[in-house]
């Protein structure tokens, strides 16, 4: 009998820790990493697969997704983690809310969340998780259940819905939100919401350090000024009006108004998300400098990192917070050189051309927000990290070691013994053209179309099942939801 059930032989792990990718073996045993050294026999494993001397990157955890906004659930459980196994990524966490979007209902997440586990379930090629937003004040007394029954640790905020669409102006935000019409969506309710998470870490002191908050952070009011004015003026059209529309120093107002609302309710665990510009960037340092004692965690996506108003392909690239101007692009990267940014996600949000682009198509403010990307994060940070002397072992730190850490998934993170057998192999010179037609997503195009990368992403492994091989994702779906309340 074989000692191992699976053996990657001559392969590079790359670890978050160490400065070199190293030569070994990895052995994997009933989903776990059982051994990594060099020379492994053979003989020991029931099947060995040759790496050739490919890196292997920890499964990348990505933090930032959206499945079923803008289709089914479970249509987008199913093609879109088969496109994140192309991006490398073994673990996906995405935002759910109740509402317009995703299953079109309001009420009680004990009613809500069982019906997302349902539509999810035995769909995904990858292994998920959910962080859920208290949208209406009973939800806030909903989070202890969400944490012991169905192991939520995470939640979130969207800043701007109080008083903004999600695509831009909006006459009637209860109805898009479905909240009971006696209530808000506003500073009040964010400062409520973060009390009750508060009051979870401290009735669950053992899973303290992984019950946080994220936050979207844009203002609703300077949105909904700027709007008009573009729109009257008339100058700008495309992606550059919409980022005009959305101003950075939005970015950076919501971010000091959330910081003292959690310094005021002594809620230490902040995530601020998909921060866009220097602004919103500075804004979140200096507010770390003003409350040392909030532990923040800054998050970029990859796609302000990859692309700008200019070079993203056509009206696709439409975001929130939008694609900013290059020398945002280049403020971001510098900052995480510097290691100022926690971790980069996708912000994977499939939105397919029909349901994408109003009448007319090249009317930005017509078309919906968000895109797909799962599938070029861990071969785009790649591609432009080494160009600019980023280290391996960070972009593993960044994807994979720092959001597992954050969200609490303790089995995943690292090419370790013990560890969840989640891994990729890449080949760091593949030189290869983005082509939407490529991608096993449902969405037909990508702002990232015509983008050349030097590193591909040829096998990706969920708990040592073989999902992508050769760049052709196999077999069945192998996804397990992840309750992240393991003490």
Known sequence: MSTYDLLLRDVRVVRHDRPDAEPVDVAITDGRISRVAPAIPARDADTVLDGQGRLAFPGVVDAHQHWGIYNPLGEDTASESRASAQGGVTTALTYMRTGQYYLNRGGRYADFFPEVLAACDGRSYIDYGFHLAPMMREHIGEIPELVERFGVTSFKIFMFYGGHGLHGRSADQNSFLMIPADERYDYAHFEFVMRG???ARERFPELAAQISLSLH??????????TRQVEQEG???GLAAYHASRPPHSEGLAVSIASYLAHETGLPNVNLLHLSSAKALDAALRMAEAFPHIDFRREVTIGHLLADITTAHGLGGKVNPPLRPREDVEALWAHLLAG???WVVSDHACCKDEVKFGQPRD???LAKSGFGGAEYLLPGLVTEGRRRGLPLSRVAALTSWNPARRFGLAGKGAIAEGYDADLC???PDSAWTVRAQDSESTQEY???EGFDLTARVTDTFVRG????ADGKVIGEPQGRYVARTAR
């Open 197 to 199: 998470v508060q009051a």
């Open 217 to 226: 952070c844009e203002t609703a009011e300077i949105m909904s000024a700027y």
């Open 235 to 237: 100058r700008l059209t």
């Open 340 to 342: 100022r940014v926690d």
């Open 363 to 365: 009317d930005v403010f």
């Open 425 to 427: 192999l890449v080949d």
């Open 446 to 448: 990508t702002p990232f």
């Open 465 to 468: 099942a073989h999902v992508l």
